[in-house]
């Protein structure tokens, strides 16, 4: 029985990215491509990504360590203002 986790070098599309917010704080999400997960840093959540579909649900999160935490993204250059 497939869990989702067969698709773990899968990409998440950088628009969609940009789009999902952490459902419990509102928050930037993050890429795991190791695991397939997109990691909520402030919430310490993992949710999972199954059959291209991200779970935001917190019920389905697994709960990270401040280990497990990816390092901080680089800073955005943000466009003309």
Excluded: F, H
């Excluded at 628009?15 to 795991?32: F, M, R, S, V």
């Amino acid at each position: 029985m497939a869990d989702g986790r067969d698709v773990r070098k899968a990409n998440v599309d950088p628009k969609l990215l940009e789009l999902l917010a952490c459902p419990l704080t509102k928050g930037p999400l993050a890429w795991d491509p190791e695991r397939g997960e997109l990691i909520s840093r402030v919430a310490k959540l993992a949710y999972p990504v199954r059959d291209g579909i991200p779970i935001m649900l917190p019920s389905e999160a697994r709960t990270i360590s401040a280990d497990d935490v990816l390092p901080p993204p680089p800073p955005r250059l943000s466009g003309p203002s």
